[in-house]
């Protein structure tokens, strides 16, 4: 904890000057000086206060958070498995939509050519997949949860191709540690680490619930993945670069913690 | 608080390690529970989408008062409570090894008995009997109370667990029903420790008010202070004594006079409970402070 030790050391500097020459002249006692110093101290890291807590313990509170990410990362298990609970009910359209634009986003083919996935960046074959491609080779059906950071949670049957397949087919170099996830809406991306990545429930997915990837849900391709909270997956997805490094994201900039993991 | 000086040079009544440790979880417990209610607030039910709302009224659907709030937006609320669990965890286990040792767990957890004494306690404090039974440390009701917090706080961290990570820990939230039924879970039981800890501030105000001095400086005066030695209930100078006992007398007065023959506690101090909550009679002290022989 970065609290002074010293109470006096936290008081605005003139009030503790005067409260330490009080203390000095015998005016008040020592527990009384403790007393007044500690509500004083109080007060002071209270004034920076908002609704979002005081300022000067908000970097603190955000150092610990990259601490809580290398535990994250050792309590990750490639093995564990996500599934939607038999019981539960598969939210199909009423599966929550989001996207940043102020429309849903439409890849607009005249204008910018057939659509195609990008795998590059920390590869030594890149690959340049059209949706044909993804569909023919999407071999992995599953059910699953997606867990999103606003508390809610809904079921959906995603099928896709495994990130994991594609970093194969395009043969990783030993510098990739990190894959970015970039779309067509409006600059949104989200960077992953590699163990994320190469789960085997984080697919490419290209079809939800037996159809074709609605447009609402992100069309034609998104990246889906139970381990990763909603935000970090990436939909209108063009393009996957493994990187050396890590390049945040959408909404890790914007102050979710940028692991995000489930 | 002149003539309490004495007491500062007796042991204290809480070791430092408790004094610090309950200060410690007094913040961490209210950033949790604020920044948690923010959190909440992000998506104020517990039912999935498209789903019947769940029952947890009056909370399904009703978003907190920001001003009962920390945290300012989700992510920020996220980052205190993933802050603040370090502290609130650690501290507790801190906490937890000072009870393990020299069987100190024993003046906090019910044992055998203590739940004939938890209803003499809960009679006296309805009023329904005049003395304040005979305790150690801790009267009975105190003592379930504080384990049922202990009890409580670990289904909040376990439940918080099985939310915080529902793919890695998997298997702990299937233990809570899934990750819906978990957030219910971790919901309820902040609830419930909400109302411990409301029932613990209010009877230390209401009881014992030395108590706050006890638990911060571990000054305290047992023979004067206690609240056997001043046969202290809740809000007694508040009502007076017949309206507050007209109730209870008229419904329990057979059940008072079958226990009166049978409980030596009860006759022998019943002249003074008539006496203000400052009246402390040697009789009383001398009978009610078995660590003070």
Redesign the interface.
């Known amino acids: 904890m970065s609290a002074p030790r010293d109470p006096n050391r936290a008081l605005p500097p003139r009030l503790g000057d005067a409260l330490a020459r009080e203390h000095a002249a015998g005016r008040i006692d020592r527990r009384d000086f403790m007393r007044l110093a500690s509500l004083l101290a109080g007060g002071a890291l209270l004034s920076g206060c908002?609704?979002?807590?005081p300022s000067s313990v908000?970097s603190?509170?955000?150092s610990?958070?990259r601490g809580?990410e290398r535990i994250?990362r050792w309590?990750?298990?490639p093995g564990?498995?996500?599934h939607g609970?038999p019981g539960?009910?598969v939210?199909g359209d009423?599966?929550?939509s989001y996207f940043i634009s102020r429309t849903v986003p439409m890849w607009d083919a005249s204008a910018r050519g057939e659509w195609r996935l990008t795998v590059d960046g920390a590869v030594r074959r890149p690959l340049s997949l059209t949706l044909a491609e993804l569909q023919r080779m999407a071999r992995v059906r599953q059910r699953v949860?997606h867990?999103?950071?606003?508390?809610?949670?809904?079921?959906a049957i995603f099928s896709g191709v495994p990130v994991a397949t594609l970093a194969e087919l395009a043969g990783l170099t030993p510098s990739a540690a990190y894959v970015d996830f970039r779309s067509f809406d409006a600059g949104y991306h989200e960077s992953w680490d590699l163990d994320s990545a190469l789960h085997a429930q984080t697919l490419i997915v290209v079809g939800k619930e037996d159809r074709p990837l609605p447009p609402a849900y992100g069309a034609p391709a998104r990246v889906h993945s139970?381990?990763k909270l909603g935000y970090k997956n990436t939909k209108y997805l063009t393009h996957v670069t493994f990187m050396p490094e890590r390049n945040g994201g959408y909404?890790s900039d914007?102050?979710?913690?940028w692991y995000g993991?489930? | 608080m002149s003539h309490a000086e004495p007491t500062d040079h007796a042991a204290p009544r809480h070791p430092v390690v408790v004094r610090l440790t309950h200060w410690t979880s007094a913040v961490a417990i209210t950033v949790m529970a604020a920044s948690g209610l923010r959190i909440f607030n992000a998506h104020p039910s517990f039912a999935r989408p498209g789903d019947p709302p769940f029952p947890l009224w009056p909370f399904e659907g009703t978003p907190i008062a920001a001003k009962l709030t920390l945290g300012g937006w989700l992510g920020g609320a996220r980052h205190w409570h993933f802050a603040m669990m370090w502290l609130l965890v650690g501290n507790a286990l801190v906490y937890l090894a000072h009870l393990a040792r020299h069987g100190r767990w024993r003046t906090l957890v019910p044992l055998r008995g203590d739940w004939r004494d938890g209803i003499a306690m809960a009679r006296f404090y309805l009023r329904l009997t005049d003395a304040h039974p005979h305790q150690a440390k801790h009267n009975a009701l105190q003592k379930q109370a504080y384990t049922a917090m202990l009890v409580v706080g670990a289904l909040l961290v376990c439940t918080g667990l099985a939310i915080w990570k529902p793919v890695t820990l998997g298997w702990l939230t299937a233990l809570f029903g899934g990750y819906t039924w978990a957030r219910w879970w971790h919901f309820a039981s902040m609830l419930a420790l909400g109302v411990l800890v409301l029932g613990h501030v209010v009877m230390v105000f209401a009881v014992d008010p030395y108590a706050l001095r006890a638990m911060t400086t571990g000054g305290y005066d047992e023979a004067r202070w206690s609240p056997v030695a001043r046969n202290a209930r809740p809000f007694q100078r508040w009502l007076p004594r017949r309206v507050a006992m007209a109730p209870a007398m008229a419904l329990a007065t057979p059940l008072v006079h079958a226990t009166a023959a049978s409980s030596p506690e009860v006759s022998h101090t019943a002249s003074a409970s008539s006496t203000s909550s400052q009246a402390s009679t040697s009789s009383q002290s001398s009978t009610s402070s078995p660590e003070k022989p």
């Open positions: 908002d609704a979002r807590g908000r603190l509170i955000v610990v958070g809580n994250e309590l990750y298990r564990s498995r996500d609970a539960s009910r939210a009423g599966f929550p949860n867990y999103c950071v606003e508390g809610w949670n809904a079921t139970p381990v909404w914007r102050g979710y913690e993991g489930t």
